[in-house]
């Protein structure tokens, strides 16, 4: 016999069904025995007579008879609540033990530093799966985005011999008899594809950033998705792309999940640094940072943004050049600020793209202005030797896109197995 789910047994009233799933309560009334069963699609009740002793979260499977439940007995608070399965059978697969931790723990009964230790335990409960539906949804409607726009996925090495950024930290490692780096970005190779010719091209993959950070936005390592275009004008290219990206992603995860989700307008609302930071001040808004912006200008940016337009996205454009990496292209009337932008989305940066600098001798001469080694980056700037067209592009990362959809109080929330400054288990 084929397996049935849970939420499938309403429409199988009177039909014999095997059920598989976990336990998620037991109770024992003179004899009779109630269970409530659990899959990836929900609860259903089950009900037997000398059954085995089974405890909760033990792995079972059941094979029995759909019944259709008096209405005094109807369950209004379940999907599967007009319905109950007269167990015939059951068999254990798996019995647990006593849980470390509970499954539906109420807030702040049990410390985050716990739950994380024991991640499959916490990932039971309700509620957990919906986050990872988001994540594939977002990323279905990305690639249906990219699909559809003839983009390519390319696939780029984790090991490098030198770091792809100036700006952040990075994992060193022991390769073999030499010494190699953690990928903090793809970027090298984006640029690499736009060289080769590739034109549009996409990636998802682990980045890893060695910074002793212990917010909630940030993880030692994390998912990117990345893309790059060639022959655009400007960063406003760019930022025109992904737009369009996320309403894509965000039309898929409203209509495969049914979050409510509000569906971004385009174009989105876009302000300068200079022009931010002049905003910032007007409120009495003291900044840490001069060339940047600080976590909390981002919320407060982000609302202001909200109150004047309605909208949950801004994008915070024309970097001092100071803010930036060497091969970010700067504006030819103010060689001061560079063509490039952070996308921000109910107050935290979730991209940061821009117009890449792709002629040699500009690039050469931006990289020794950072102090950094043109021996080092010989690989590098041979992809901008042989012909390489203007071209542009940014970093993503779904995880904080994900936490903000759902409300979530954490980035590592967001995150199947998060990584931090603390954290290599399980």
Request: glycine residues 8%; contains cysteine.
């Amino acid at each position: 016999m084929d397996r049935t789910l849970a939420i499938e047994t309403t429409k199988k009233v009177g039909e014999k069904v095997l059920l598989k799933g976990w336990v998620d309560s037991v109770r024992d009334h003179g004899g009779i025995t109630f269970i409530d069963l659990r899959d990836r699609s929900g609860l259903v009740q089950c009900v037997g007579k000398g059954l085995p002793r089974v405890t909760p979260e033990s792995v079972v499977e059941i094979a029995g008879e759909v019944k259709k439940r008096p209405e005094k007995l109807v369950n209004k608070n379940l999907e599967t609540g007009v319905v109950e399965i007269q167990i015939k059978k059951l068999k254990i697969l798996s019995l647990a033990d006593e849980l470390p931790i509970p499954i539906q723990a109420k807030e702040g009964e049990v410390g985050a530093t716990k739950r994380f230790n024991w991640r499959w335990i916490n990932l039971r409960q309700e509620g957990k799966r919906q986050i990872f539906e988001v994540w594939t949804a977002l990323e279905k409607g990305f690639r249906d985005y990219w699909e559809q726009g003839g983009y390519v996925q390319v696939y780029s090495p984790s090991f490098m011999s030198t770091a792809s950024e100036s700006g952040a930290e990075v994992f060193e490692v022991k390769y073999f008899e030499r010494k190699a780096f953690l990928a903090q970005s793809p970027q090298f190779y984006k640029q690499m594809a736009m060289a080769a010719g590739f034109e549009k091209i996409f990636m998802v993959g682990p980045v890893f950033r060695a910074e002793l950070s212990f917010t909630t936005r940030h993880m030692t390592e994390f998912t990117g998705w990345d893309f790059e275009i060639s022959f655009i004008e400007s960063h406003y290219d760019v930022m025109a792309e992904e737009e369009k990206m996320l309403v894509s992603a965000f039309k898929r995860v409203k209509a495969d999940v049914g979050v409510d989700l509000e569906i971004p307008q385009i174009p989105f609302p876009k302000i300068s640094m200079a022009e931010a930071k002049n905003k910032l001040n007007k409120l009495g808004i003291e900044s840490e940072k001069e060339y940047d912006v600080t976590p909390e200008e981002e919320k407060e940016l982000s609302r202001l943004i909200k109150e004047e337009t309605g909208h949950d996205f801004v994008f915070l454009i024309d970097y001092p050049k100071e803010a930036r990496p060497f091969y970010h292209m700067r504006h030819k009337d103010n060689p001061d600020l560079t063509m490039s932008f952070d996308l921000l989305y109910k107050g935290i940066e979730i991209t940061t793209g821009a117009q890449r600098e792709h002629r040699i001798e500009v690039l050469e001469k931006q990289a020794k202005e950072k102090k950094m080694s043109l021996d080092d980056l010989k690989d590098y700037l041979n992809f901008f030797r042989y012909g390489c067209p203007p071209h542009g592009g940014g970093g993503i990362g779904p995880g904080r896109i994900v936490m903000k959809i759902l409300d979530l109080p954490s980035v590592k929330e967001a995150t199947f197995l998060p990584r931090d400054v603390k954290r290599l288990k399980p």
